[in-house]
Every structure is written in structure tokens, then in C-alpha cells.
């Protein structure tokens, strides 16, 4: 009888953006041309994968393998596989759209290798579009996992393949059975504590060129910024969720599939341990995953404020981990929040600014707490002000970023919105250490991408506003165009998202009300655009 498979690759692919355009042939042609991923994305380990190969490693009858394609080419990863293909159970892949394309050559290539091994699929990609990519790539996928709550159903599914049973119930799942889409409904879960850095260069060495980009691209600036040296990042993850999901109530533009959870978290003494495991794996600057920290996990901050660990306090101030995290505008407002995080270590915060025109803010979904939309856009410029002040008074820096560009916006918003955001900055110039000013892009899951593959949506919405949009018929062609895909060109979606949406305004003068902020920043003394 033959050995049971007990690998199993958990991998992040490449940008799609990255790979040969040319070679799109054979499998064994995939190769990767030197993209720009491999210095922007390639500073820290991909805790996705990393959680997950964790936890998978830590049961018997599993070796679990990290390999990231952000540092590695398609060549690279797929002679690994080759190499281990009569022992490999499984390949999982993590796939949000950025990268998607590049999954599927990864899942043809790897079936093309040994047919026996399964091919699992999750990430915010597999969760919005699970059916398109079902329907269309349904081939090469085994299993598919939505949502962030995944870790027992897929060990129940891995345990199934590998002794060869009948496949069962999978909590989180959706698959292709006998030609049906299956779903099997999440189940609640822990988050996962889990993590074992010493996977980071088991199966290929990535730690070196992870720090040798983090000390390049960010371990200067972020001294000359704050004053702090730090040698080595890596995300840590000690929540997730917003406090918007609780009434399914993202802003236009997020992406985040929260899954079946709105909010899952660690409490203090276990958050404590997260940071203090990353720690003592020699990281420093600790990048906490959690999408909005001061308003969903303000009880989170302070209790772990109260609690600090010996181990912690024992260090010089000066030598704690650096903790960075996200947090908006108007939930830093919160001093008593905001004090707790300074003094757990957290020295930088990205900040998305809800300031801007009344109209831009409904549009964009912001939360506006007062029903004449005139007065929330005051109450939001007014709290934005005061997170400013908070900000100073606890030393903690922004990092400011905007989203330009929304369904019906037109000249006359553009215009107050730009000029909203220089005030903004002007106020801040002291605490915003830096700031990135988007394009609005329409990603899969986000209502704005709805709104590409739904002319009725986008008319009820627009009509809502007060705001013209294209016509029927122009909608209707480009939701032919994005509906049931699971493969498209995001800089083409940017191009029709503005030509349907934004009739009165063009990707041209959209770029240069962004330069024009740009601009104002570097009056002003603030970094523009790059990572923290
Ligand atoms: C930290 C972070 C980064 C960091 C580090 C990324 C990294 N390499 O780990 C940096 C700054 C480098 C980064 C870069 C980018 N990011 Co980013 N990032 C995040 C953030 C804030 C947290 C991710 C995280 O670590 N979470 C904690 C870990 C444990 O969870 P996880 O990775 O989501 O994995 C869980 C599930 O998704 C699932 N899962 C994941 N993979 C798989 C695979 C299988 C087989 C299964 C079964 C399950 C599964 O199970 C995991 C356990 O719960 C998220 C927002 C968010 N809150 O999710 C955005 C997010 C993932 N990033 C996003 C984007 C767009 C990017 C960039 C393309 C940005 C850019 N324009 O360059 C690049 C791409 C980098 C890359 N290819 O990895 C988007 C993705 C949107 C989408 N639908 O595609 C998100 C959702 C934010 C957003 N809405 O804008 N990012
Ligand atoms: S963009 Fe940020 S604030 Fe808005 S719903 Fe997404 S995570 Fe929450």
C-alpha cells in the first residue's frame, strides 16, 4: 500500500500583473517577469498563508509549506511541487484579485503534474466570486473556501482526501459536486494562535528577501520619521472586522469579505501573546491586520492597556515592538482609545479620511449620524479635527489616505472634495506623515463593483443621490462585460467604472485633481503614497 500524501503547499501566487503576457501556452512556459510586486509587496510574510500552513503543520499526519510567490517565481514554486508531487496531498491557494489569474495557472499547472493532488482555493477573491470561478474553473478546483473562519473545515476536507473518503460536510465550503454547486455553512472560530515562523524558509528561503526590502524601502523612513529603529515587520493578526460589517453596511469601495463573522478577536492576555510570539521570532515592527481598530476593538485596546505583560514592561520604552494598524478618522476621536493604543506601542495609524462633500460621503457610504447629510459632513470634517488633536497630544503618526472618485460624482464635488482634503492636510501637516490619494478601483465584493455588473443597483443608488450616471445602454454594455467573469483587467474596471459612473468627469482630470493634492503635499512637508 502506498504512503499516505502528507504535504500540503500553501501558497500566495504571484501578481497576474507578473506574469508573461506572451506565455500563456504551456504550463512548463509559466515564467515570471521581474514585476514590481517583488519590491512593493515582497516586505513582510503573508499571514494568510503562514496561519494557515501553522495550523495545518501542527496536527499529525501534515506537513504544512510556505511558499510566496511574491518573492519566488511560477518556475520556482511549481519544481517544488514537482519535486514533492507523489507525497503532496493538497496545494492551497490564496487568491484575491490581484493575483487570482496567476492561482488558476498555478491549479492547471499543478494538475498537470499529478492529478491527485487537490487543489483548495480561498481569500477575499474565492469569497466574492465563488460561484463565476466555480463555473468557469470549476475543473481544477477541488474545494473552495469562503470567509475567514476556514481552518476546521478545511483540515476536515484535507483528512477526507487523504484517506481517500467519501467527501462529507465541510463547514465554510463551496465546491462542485457531481456537476451542483455545494455550500456548507461556516462555522464559528477562535481566531487562530497558531503561528510558527520557523515555516517562513522550511520549504524555500524567504526571510532574506523580506528584510533586506523591508530595511530598504521602510526601516529608513520609518526612523526618520518617528525616530524608531526597526530591523524586521511581519503582519500580526489579533482581530478582524469592522464595526460597519455589523450592519452589512461596508463603505462603497471596501472588498473585505468578512465571511460569517463580523468581528472575531483574541482577548487582551492572548492579543498579548500574539505580539509577544512575533516578537521573539525577531520582528519589531508589528503590522496589526484588524481593518478599523479604535471603533470595532476599542474594549480590545483597553484591556490590553491594562494588562501589559511582564516581558513587555521589562523592555526599555524605546525597544518595545512598533505596533502599526488601521483606524478612520472619526474613531480616533476617542482619547481615552487613542491613549491606550499609544501606550501599547501602536506609533503609526493608517487612517482612511471620511472628509469631503456631503453627497461624496453618502455616496461613498460613510457613516453619517445625523439625517440632514449638510450638518454629518460638518460633524465628519469636525471629527476628523479632533483626531488630529488626539493624534498630537499621544504621538501617534498618520498615515492619510483618500478615495477619489464615486458613482455620479461630478466637477462640482470633485472640486469641493479636493479642497476639503487640502484642508484636511493642512490641519495635520504636523501629525500626517504621509498620504495616498486613489483612484477609486471597483474590486469584486465591494458594492461599487455591484454596481458595474448591475445597471437596476446603480440606477436605484444614483437616483437616491440626486446624481446622474450614464445611460441605460451604456451600463447594460459594461455589465456585460464584468457579469459572471472571474478574470478581468482591474486598470480597464478603473476605466469604465469612471466612463459609466462619472459622465462628467474622465480618468485624465480625475489623475490630475489626485496630482493636485499630490502636489499640495509636497508643499506641506508630507511623504506621498508609499507603504508603511
Ligand atoms: C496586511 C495586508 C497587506 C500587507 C501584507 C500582505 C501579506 N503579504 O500578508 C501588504 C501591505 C503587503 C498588502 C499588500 C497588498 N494588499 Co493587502 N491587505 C492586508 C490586510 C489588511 C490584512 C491581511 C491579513 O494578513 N489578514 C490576516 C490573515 C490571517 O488573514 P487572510 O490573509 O485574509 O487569510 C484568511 C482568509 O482570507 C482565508 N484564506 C486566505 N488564503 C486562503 C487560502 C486557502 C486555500 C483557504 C482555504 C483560505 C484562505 O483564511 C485565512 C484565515 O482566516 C487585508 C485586509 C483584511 N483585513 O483582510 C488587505 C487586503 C487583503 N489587501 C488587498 C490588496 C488589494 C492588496 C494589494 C494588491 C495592494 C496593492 N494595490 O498593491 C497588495 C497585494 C499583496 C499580495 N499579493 O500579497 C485587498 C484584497 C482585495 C481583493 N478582493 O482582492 C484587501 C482585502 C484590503 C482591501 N480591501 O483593500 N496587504
Ligand atoms: S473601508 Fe474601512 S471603514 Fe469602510 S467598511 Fe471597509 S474596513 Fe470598514
Not at 268 to 276: G, L, P, T, Y
Not at 340 to 366: H, P, Q, T, W, Y
Request: aromatic fraction near 8%; charge should be negative.
Amino acid at each position: 500500500m502506498s504512503e499516505p500524501r502528507v504535504v500540503v503547499f500553501f501558497v500566495n501566487p504571484p501578481n497576474s500583473n507578473d506574469l508573461d503576457a506572451d506565455d500563456v501556452g504551456e504550463a512548463s512556459d509559466i515564467v515570471v517577469s521581474k514585476g514590481i510586486q517583488h519590491t512593493d509587496w515582497a516586505n513582510f510574510p503573508h499571514l494568510g498563508i503562514l496561519s494557515l500552513a501553522s495550523y495545518v503543520d501542527a496536527l499529525p499526519g501534515f506537513e504544512g509549506c510556505y511558499v510566496d510567490g511574491v518573492i519566488h517565481p511560477l518556475e520556482r514554486i511549481l519544481a517544488v511541487i514537482r519535486e514533492r508531487a507523489g507525497r503532496t496531498l493538497a496545494v492551497c491557494l490564496s487568491a484575491i484579485t490581484a493575483n487570482y489569474e496567476a492561482a488558476i495557472r498555478i491549479a492547471g499547472a499543478v494538475k498537470s503534474i499529478d492529478s491527485n493532488i487537490s487543489i483548495v482555493i480561498g481569500n477575499d477573491h474565492f469569497t466574492a466570486l465563488s460561484r463565476e470561478i466555480l463555473h468557469r474553473h470549476g475543473d481544477l478546483i477541488d474545494c473552495g473556501f469562503v470567509g475567514n473562519e476556514v481552518y476546521g473545515g478545511l483540515v476536515d476536507f484535507l483528512r477526507d482526501r487523504q484517506q481517500s473518503r467519501a467527501a462529507s460536510l465541510y463547514p465554510g465550503s463551496v465546491r462542485l459536486e457531481s456537476g451542483r454547486i455545494v455550500a456548507d455553512p461556516a462555522i464559528r472560530e477562535p481566531v487562530n494562535r497558531i503561528i510558527d515562523y520557523g515555516l517562513i524558509d522550511r520549504t524555500l528561503p524567504h526571510t532574506a528577501v523580506y528584510t533586506e526590502n523591508f530595511t530598504r524601502r521602510l526601516g529608513r523612513r520609518i526612523l526618520a520619521l518617528t525616530g524608531r529603529q526597526v530591523r524586521k515587520g511581519v503582519p500580526v493578526e489579533i482581530g478582524r472586522g469592522c464595526i460597519k460589517f455589523s450592519g452589512d453596511d461596508a463603505c462603497s469601495f471596501c472588498s473585505i469579505q468578512y465571511g460569517s463573522m463580523w468581528k472575531n478577536e483574541l482577548p487582551a492576555d492572548h492579543a498579548w501573546s500574539a505580539v509577544r510570539g512575533a516578537w521573539e521570532a525577531g520582528y519589531d515592527y508589528l503590522y496589526v491586520t484588524a481593518d478599523e481598530l479604535p471603533l470595532t476593538f476599542a474594549r480590545l485596546m483597553l484591556d490590553m492597556a491594562d494588562s501589559p505583560p511582564p516581558w513587555w514592561c521589562a523592555l526599555p520604552v524605546d525597544e518595545r515592538p512598533v505596533l502599526v494598524g488601521y483606524a478612520r478618522a472619526d474613531g480616533m476621536e476617542k482619547e481615552q482609545v487613542l491613549k491606550a493604543m499609544s501606550e501599547i506601542g501602536f506609533r503609526i495609524l493608517f487612517v482612511g479620511v471620511d472628509a469631503g462633500a456631503a453627497r461624496s460621503l453618502l455616496a461613498l457610504n460613510k457613516p453619517l449620524r445625523n439625517k440632514d447629510p449638510v450638518a454629518a459632513a460638518h460633524r465628519m470634517a469636525d471629527a476628523n479635527l479632533r483626531a488630529l488633536y488626539n493624534a498630537r497630544a499621544h504621538g501617534v503618526a498618520i498615515k492619510a489616505g483618500f478615495v477619489l472618485g464615486h458613482l455620479g460624482m461630478n466637477e462640482a464635488l470633485l472640486a469641493e472634495n479636493i479642497e476639503t482634503y487640502i484642508a484636511f492636510l493642512k490641519a495635520g501637516r504636523d501629525v500626517i506623515i504621509s498620504a495616498d490619494i486613489e483612484l477609486l478601483s471597483p474590486e469584486p465584493g465591494s458594492k461599487d463593483f455591484r454596481y458595474l455588473t448591475d445597471p437596476d443597483e446603480a440606477e436605484t443608488m444614483s437616483d437616491r443621490l440626486g446624481l446622474a450616471i450614464g445611460s441605460r445602454a451604456l451600463r447594460q454594455h459594461v455589465a456585460n462585460r464584468y457579469r459572471n467573469v472571474d478574470i478581468f483587467d482591474r486598470e480597464a474596471a478603473i476605466d469604465d467604472y469612471i466612463g459609466v459612473f462619472m459622465p462628467e468627469l474622465s480618468k485624465e482630470r480625475l489623475a490630475t485633481a489626485r496630482d493636485q493634492v499630490r502636489g499640495e503635499c509636497g508643499r506641506l512637508g508630507i511623504v506621498i503614497g508609499d507603504d508603511l
